[in-house]
């Protein structure tokens, strides 16, 4: 069917004649989006025209081109933008079409075309923040697009015939071997491989950034050597390409620190290469251990250390009071003292997170009986045995008891249930070191310092502690456990594996929030006691504000201001938690919705 076209024309429109119609469909829009746009149409003019129909006021509703319209609201302080071009629709059901059309018709460019149309410009010598300006994005979303056109032809090609997403091929950044990146490519093509995956694939030989040798070492330190980095653009991460000068540097600096350590009066330092020391380690160099001697402050230095603590634990402490509180907290702490350094030495290593770790005051057996004879260790109980000595030596009793274990284990491989209601038997009850498994049960901190008022979890959770089995009949209390049945074991794993819940990673932990979408507000509400009494005045003169909306001079938010900080809290608290309170301070429901709402900065 043939249609008339639409006969229309374009006036010069004040911009002041300007509104958004209710039938312009753009409704959701980014600000930096706004912002963006509104510094590309200076330089380059306004390219295309608003729309919409004359209203009975005379005024022109736009039913197209809503952010231009935002755009140029922004620059009203440039005369030039005073009066814009307007396509005036001859009537509604013309403006209607408009509105329908002009958004639903437009196509955004594919991701693979727009990284080839920004290669392009670059070519012709477009610098970054001109394309910017051109497209209406960010610098750094250019320079991203940028690293995508230096991709092989063929990955842009999967990304174009949807073969491969957009971070699939963000990930084929990190490579720069052509040939295994096609060799890659041709392995994850429509196989739906993550960008993790892939960038596992083409650096199966680097080491990320985070890795603890990586940490520890130092980029900077890794590339004056000669070390290679490949930098990933899209997630913020780096690879160290040569490993094996990696781990030299790594050893190298681990083994320069002992240096470092004996100068401060140890006997000795030993590296240890792992990530970790375990107790084994001490067990298996036969070495005993001393403490450090606790310091002692006087009565006006532990009045001031509990004013220091409690000014920290309302995060309104200074530089200065940090520094003071660090200085009072070493002299608790205390130290070794030359004597206690001449007679033991140190144990070291660089942990998970690259940071370095000292296990200190740990005694040979060669200076035992010196440390014995100075009182930092005690005589072995054992010492004037005439007990005979076995024939079998610890490392075979060890093996031995080893081999008993793996039996027992096999055969309760045969017996899942029990095994099940051990662990949910281990994890409810204080087993001490007579746990059935050989895993700590490792308290996860979920309960705040201050009282519970305002904090309200699951009274499964509530229950902090297992409960203590000190001299109690295990095999009695077990046998107990078990008759209760199968739903009260599982009841009682179930809670005690969400008190030790601690998320993982980031990308795990986010999976998880996805999957129950945790609501702090809905456990916890903030109180003069856990939050505002524990924070400064002026904070909480600011949080009253914004919260009902209250310009500084504003008689409500004066008058709060001038109480006393227990008032100002105690005030707060019923802001949050009493509808009198609301209702007397005429809060709108928009507001009531964000009281609702508010968490501190940073809480998440």
Request: one cysteine or more; glycine letters at 6%; proline letters at 5%.
């Given at each position: 069917?043939?249609?008339?076209?639409?006969?229309?024309?374009?006036?010069?429109?004040?911009?002041?004649?300007?509104?958004?119609?209710?039938?312009?469909?753009?409704?959701?829009?980014?600000?930096?989006?706004?912002?963006?746009?509104?510094?590309?149409?200076?330089?380059?003019?306004?390219?295309?025209?608003?729309?919409?129909?004359?209203?009975?006021?005379?005024?022109?509703?736009?039913?197209?081109?809503?952010?231009?319209?935002?755009?140029?609201?922004?620059?009203?302080?440039?005369?030039?933008?005073?009066?814009?071009?307007?396509?005036?629709?001859?009537?509604?059901?013309?403006?209607?079409?408009?509105?329908?059309?002009?958004?639903?018709q437009r196509e955004q460019p594919h991701p693979a075309d727009e990284i080839r149309e920004y290669a392009n410009m670059a070519a012709r010598g477009v610098a970054v923040p001109a394309v910017a300006l051109a497209f209406g994005v960010t610098e750094a979303h250019v320079y991203r697009r940028l690293k995508l056109a230096g991709l092989p032809a063929p990955v842009l090609d999967a990304l174009k015939a949807g073969e491969i997403t957009l971070?699939?091929?963000?990930?084929?950044?990190?490579?720069?071997?052509?040939?295994?990146?096609?060799?890659?490519?041709?392995?994850?093509?429509?196989?739906?491989?993550?960008?993790?995956?892939?960038?596992?694939?083409?650096?199966?030989?680097?080491?990320?950034?985070?890795?603890?040798?990586?940490?520890?070492?130092?980029?900077?330190?890794?590339?004056?050597?000669?070390?290679?980095?490949?930098?990933?653009?899209?997630?913020?991460?780096?690879?160290?390409?040569?490993?094996?000068?990696?781990?030299?540097?790594?050893?190298?600096?681990?083994?320069?620190?002992?240096?470092?350590?004996?100068?401060?009066?140890?006997?000795?330092?030993?590296?240890?290469?792992?990530?970790?020391?375990?107790?084994?380690?001490?067990?298996?160099?036969?070495?005993?251990?001393?403490?450090?001697?606790?310091?002692?402050?006087?009565?006006?230095?532990?009045?001031?250390?509990?004013?220091?603590?409690?000014?920290?634990?309302?995060?309104?402490?200074?530089?200065?009071?940090?520094?003071?509180?660090?200085?009072?907290?070493?002299?608790?702490?205390?130290?070794?003292?030359?004597?206690?350094?001449?007679?033991?030495?140190?144990?070291?290593?660089?942990?998970?997170?690259?940071?370095?770790?000292?296990?200190?005051?740990?005694?040979?057996?060669?200076?035992?009986?010196?440390?014995?004879?100075?009182?930092?260790?005690?005589?072995?109980?054992?010492?004037?045995?005439?007990?005979?000595?076995?024939?079998?030596?610890?490392?075979?009793?060890?093996?031995?008891?080893?081999?008993?274990?793996?039996?027992?284990?096999?055969?309760?491989?045969?017996?899942?249930?029990?095994?099940?209601?051990?662990?949910?038997?281990?994890?409810?009850?204080?087993?001490?070191?007579?746990?059935?498994?050989?895993?700590?049960?490792?308290?996860?901190?979920?309960?705040?310092?201050?009282?519970?008022?305002?904090?309200?979890?699951?009274?499964?959770?509530?229950?902090?502690?297992?409960?203590?089995?000190?001299?109690?009949?295990?095999?009695?209390?077990?046998?107990?456990?078990?008759?209760?049945?199968?739903?009260?074991?599982?009841?009682?794993?179930?809670?005690?594996?969400?008190?030790?819940?601690?998320?993982?990673?980031?990308?795990?932990?986010?999976?998880?929030?996805?999957?129950?979408?945790?609501?702090?507000?809905?456990?916890?509400?903030?109180?003069?006691?856990?939050?505002?009494?524990?924070?400064?005045?002026?904070?909480?003169?600011?949080?009253?504000?914004?919260?009902?909306?209250?310009?500084?001079?504003?008689?409500?938010?004066?008058?709060?201001?001038?109480?006393?900080?227990?008032?100002?809290?105690?005030?707060?608290?019923?802001?949050?938690?009493?509808?009198?309170?609301?209702?007397?301070?005429?809060?709108?429901?928009?507001?009531?919705?964000?009281?609702?709402?508010?968490?501190?900065?940073?809480?998440?």
């Amino acid at each position: 069917m043939k249609h008339e076209p639409i006969t229309s024309t374009v006036e010069q429109v004040p911009f002041a004649d300007l509104y958004l119609s209710d039938l312009n469909p753009r409704t959701v829009f980014d600000p930096a989006g706004i912002e963006a746009l509104a510094a590309n149409i200076p330089p380059l003019g306004l390219i295309q025209n608003h729309g919409g129909p004359d209203d009975e006021r005379g005024k022109r509703g736009i039913v197209f081109g809503g952010r231009r319209y935002r755009a140029l609201a922004l620059l009203q302080d440039d005369p030039r933008f005073a009066t814009v071009p307007v396509r005036i629709a001859p009537d509604q059901a013309t403006a209607e079409t408009w509105a329908s059309s002009e958004n639903h018709q437009r196509e955004q460019p594919h991701p693979a075309d727009e990284i080839r149309e920004y290669a392009n410009m670059a070519a012709r010598g477009v610098a970054v923040p001109a394309v910017a300006l051109a497209f209406g994005v960010t610098e750094a979303h250019v320079y991203r697009r940028l690293k995508l056109a230096g991709l092989p032809a063929p990955v842009l090609d999967a990304l174009k015939a949807g073969e491969i997403t957009l971070a699939n091929a963000a990930a084929f950044t990190v490579s720069e071997d052509e040939a295994q990146s096609l060799a890659v490519l041709e392995r994850v093509r429509g196989q739906g491989y993550s960008d993790h995956q892939i960038k596992a694939m083409l650096k199966s030989d680097a080491v990320r950034n985070t890795d603890r040798r990586a940490v520890f070492v130092g980029q900077e330190a890794y590339e004056a050597e000669g070390g290679r980095v490949t930098t990933d653009l899209f997630a913020d991460q780096s690879y160290f390409e040569d490993e094996a000068l990696l781990h030299e540097l790594f050893t190298a600096k681990l083994d320069a620190h002992a240096a470092t350590i004996m100068s401060e009066g140890w006997k000795w330092a030993d590296p240890i290469r792992d990530s970790y020391v375990g107790y084994y380690e001490i067990e298996q160099r036969k070495l005993d251990r001393i403490y450090a001697q606790e310091g002692e402050l006087s009565d006006a230095e532990t009045e001031r250390y509990s004013e220091l603590v409690e000014l920290a634990h309302g995060d309104v402490l200074d530089a200065e009071g940090e520094a003071e509180l660090a200085a009072l907290q070493a002299i608790l702490d205390g130290g070794f003292t030359d004597e206690q350094k001449a007679l033991s030495g140190v144990l070291f290593y660089v942990d998970q997170s690259g940071t370095l770790k000292t296990l200190e005051g740990l005694v040979t057996r060669e200076d035992r009986a010196a440390a014995v004879e100075a009182g930092f260790l005690r005589p072995a109980a054992h010492a004037n045995s005439d007990t005979p000595k076995s024939p079998i030596s610890n490392a075979l009793s060890d093996d031995l008891g080893r081999v008993a274990m793996g039996a027992r284990q096999h055969a309760i491989l045969r017996d899942p249930d029990l095994l099940l209601d051990l662990l949910a038997y281990q994890l409810s009850h204080s087993l001490q070191w007579r746990k059935p498994f050989g895993f700590a049960a490792e308290v996860v901190p979920n309960w705040p310092t201050t009282e519970a008022e305002g904090y309200d979890l699951d009274e499964r959770l509530a229950r902090k502690e297992p409960r203590e089995m000190y001299g109690k009949d295990l095999a009695k209390s077990f046998r107990a456990f078990r008759q209760k049945g199968q739903d009260h074991t599982r009841r009682e794993l179930i809670r005690c594996l969400a008190a030790l819940f601690r998320g993982g990673d980031e990308q795990l932990s986010a999976l998880i929030d996805k999957a129950t979408a945790p609501q702090i507000r809905e456990v916890w509400t903030p109180t003069a006691a856990n939050f505002f009494g524990r924070v400064g005045g002026p904070y909480l003169n600011e949080l009253w504000r914004d919260l009902l909306d209250l310009a500084e001079d504003h008689p409500t938010a004066t008058s709060f201001a001038k109480l006393k900080k227990a008032e100002k809290a105690a005030k707060l608290e019923a802001l949050f938690g009493d509808d009198a309170t609301r209702k007397a301070h005429g809060v709108t429901e928009a507001q009531a919705a964000r009281i609702d709402a508010w968490l501190p900065e940073g809480m998440k």
